[in-house]
């Protein structure tokens, strides 16, 4: 299912970008270029002092840069001769001091955001992250030589190398079970111990009521019961006495 959505997405990014003019010049070039440039700064700053981190938490960066940060706050567009030129950061001056700049114009940022994911794809995310780790920095102007061959502005980036599914993510274990201290325990029994007489408490309370509704020979039954019960202890008392000494 991932992998049909992810080929629709990518069909649908090169047809409506084949649908708009045509009139950039190094579109492509520039496209890898910024890309590339973005990732590598954003990946440096991020990872700055760590040895390694997660592959899902380095995939994140990826996708979040090629999603929020082509903005038209950064980027914009020069025409010159009937012609358009990308500017912007990583990106070269083709035409330098030749042409007027804008930004806001069109949604060249809409086909830089789609064109940073075909270019990760074409290069392979594994890849990607192994040349980062081998020289702490990815060079775009290195990765982007066979785009900027040509001027043509190239409108049909489709990735020939089909991503692999991505690593789950590694769960947090679980913390351990906290194991109650002696004194917890005890306190825990003698508060265990404390509802069981509130409970006795309460039935008692709920019996006493009950005595001038009983008749003389039921009050008679109950009070024999009582002084065997209270005999039963006693002689249970003496008995512990007698063993302790």
Not at 11 to 22: E, N, P, S, T
Request: proline share 5%.
């Amino acid at each position: 299912m991932a992998r049909a959505i992810r080929a629709w997405f990518l069909c649908f990014c090169a047809l409506r970008v084949q649908a708009q003019d045509d009139d950039f010049e190094w579109f492509r070039c520039d496209a890898c270029s910024a890309s590339f440039f973005k990732i590598n700064r954003t990946l440096v700053q991020r990872f700055a002092g760590r040895a390694s981190v997660p592959s899902y938490e380095f995939l994140e960066i990826i996708d979040e840069v090629c999603d929020t940060m082509f903005t038209k706050n950064e980027f914009g567009v020069k025409q010159h001769e009937g012609k358009k030129y990308l500017f912007g950061p990583g990106i070269k001056d083709h035409i330098p001091g030749l042409g007027f700049g804008q930004m806001g114009m069109g949604d060249y940022d809409k086909r830089l955001a789609a064109f940073c994911k075909m270019f990760v794809e074409e290069l392979g995310e594994e890849k990607l992250q192994q040349l980062y780790w081998d020289h702490r920095q990815l060079n775009h102007t290195q990765l982007c030589l066979e785009e900027c061959l040509s001027s043509a502005s190239g409108t049909g980036a489709q990735s020939r190398n089909p991503r692999k599914p991505r690593p789950a993510p590694r769960q947090k274990p679980l913390p351990a079970p906290k194991l109650d201290s002696p004194k917890e325990k005890t306190k825990t029994v003698a508060s265990k111990r404390e509802g069981r007489g509130a409970e006795a408490k309460l039935e008692l309370g709920q019996v006493l009521p009950l005595l001038p509704q009983l008749k003389t020979s039921d009050l008679h039954r109950l009070g024999t019961a009582v002084l065997d019960e209270l005999t039963k202890r006693a002689r249970s008392a003496q008995k512990s006495e007698r063993a302790e000494l």
